[in-house]
Structure formats: C-alpha cells, structure tokens
C-alpha cells in the first residue's frame, strides 16, 4: 500500500525562525513529489519535484528530493505569521491513472 | 493557472438525505477528481471523474454511496447519498492543467 508521511505533525515557532518540514514515501510507479499549503479550505500548489537534489525556490519557501533516501524537505526562512497553515505533501503515482497520496500534513504556527 | 469554483461551500443537511456538489473549471483539464478530508485528517481520493464514462472508485468508496457525473472537460458533480453524521467532511474537487493539480474551495458538509 503506498503511503506517505510527514512529520513533525505540528510545529509552534516565533517569527523569524527557520523551519524544516519532512516527508518520506513509500510508494509503487512514483512519478513527483508535491507540496501544498492549505489555510483555510483548498490546498493551494507550491511546488512539483521530479528530478533528485535539485532545489525548488520561491521566496523564502524552497523544497528538495532525495530519491534515494525517498523523502523530501520544505524549509521556509525568516518565518511569517502569514506562514501558518497546514503544509501538506503529497506523492503523485502510476496506478493504471495518475494519482495523488497524500500525507497527514503538518501543521505550522507561527507566534509573533 | 486554473481556477476552480464549488458549490455549495458549506452545508448542514439531515441523516438520510442527499447532496450534490458542483464543481466548475474555468478551462478544459484533463482529469478531475473528488477527494474528502474528515476532520483533523488528510485529504483521500475518492473517485477520478471520467468524462463521458463511469468514475474510477477507490478502495472503500462505492458508487451507489458517492455517484459522480462528468459530462465535460470543465464539469463534474459528486453526491453524497443517504448521509450519516460520519460523512461530515470537507469534500474537495481538483483538476489537472499544465502539470499542476489545482484544487477548488471545497464544500464543508455537516450532517446532523
């Protein structure tokens, strides 16, 4: 059964910091690795890796695959209380269609 | 990017009763799907929305409970039949367009 999970599964920081958010997968017919954050209702698309060591960027949120060790990071600098939400991960596979799995999500906060 | 619109946003309905759900893409895309996300959980693939054609189910969800329409590339609909306080849940549409996943605002159902 493919899974995915993401930890930690809720983090409390100060603004300003810096945080790592994890994901590892286990899955069959992987084909990308997603992150989105989800504030209120929908999910909302930050990035799509594909391709291992090769960072993603935008902002002050950047991502990085590790095929070989089947995980992934989000890190965001200088943290924002606009920062917090959920950020979920989700492992794009092959099964006859394209699919997403998702993993549980964690939950960020960001205290001023 | 694409932008999807679902209806109704949120709903309190009665045991025993039926809910369709409406969601629009405000372009052509070549998959849609249906996802729900209890309370405190991730989100979890429902069905993949065919048009022209019968959904593809996942494991644990069943037509007769969650029958899906999609007549075109920008439509589709969901209904929750015959609810229970357990299908109290956020149930949210996405669509595939230029090799993103975007999702809709999602309909909040509450049954009582």
């Known amino acids: 059964e493919d899974k995915v999970v993401q930890s930690p599964l809720s983090l409390v920081v100060h603004e300003g910091d810096t945080v790592t958010l994890n994901c590892s997968y286990e899955v069959t017919n992987f084909r990308s690795l997603l992150w989105y954050k989800q504030e209120k209702k929908a999910p909302t698309f930050l990035f799509m890796l594909t391709s291992s060591g090769i960072e993603k960027k935008s902002g002050r949120l950047s991502s990085i695959l590790d095929k070989k060790e089947l995980s992934s990071i989000l890190n965001i600098t200088a943290t924002q209380t606009g920062d917090s939400a959920i950020y979920l991960c989700?492992?794009?596979?092959?099964?006859?269609?394209?699919?997403?799995?998702f993993g549980q999500g964690t939950r960020l906060t960001i205290n001023p | 990017s694409a932008v999807i619109s679902q209806k109704p946003s949120r709903d309190i309905c009665q045991r025993g009763t039926s809910l369709t759900i409406q969601c629009q893409v405000d372009?052509?895309?070549?998959?849609m799907f249906w996802y729900r996300q209890q309370p405190g959980q991730s989100l979890t693939l429902i069905a993949t929305?065919?048009?022209?054609?019968?959904?593809?189910?996942e494991s644990g969800f069943v037509i007769d409970k969650f029958p899906i329409s999609r007549p075109n590339l920008t439509f589709s609909t969901l209904t929750v039949s015959n609810m229970s306080p357990e299908d109290s849940s956020i149930y949210l549409c996405?669509?595939?367009?230029?090799?993103?996943?975007?999702f809709g605002e999602g309909s909040r159902l509450t049954v009582l």
């Open positions: 929305a065919n048009q022209g054609s019968e959904a593809t189910y």
């Open positions: 989700a492992v794009e596979v092959y099964q006859g269609a394209q699919k997403l799995v």
């Open positions: 372009s052509q895309v070549t998959m």
């Open positions: 996405s669509g595939r367009a230029y090799g993103e996943l975007f």
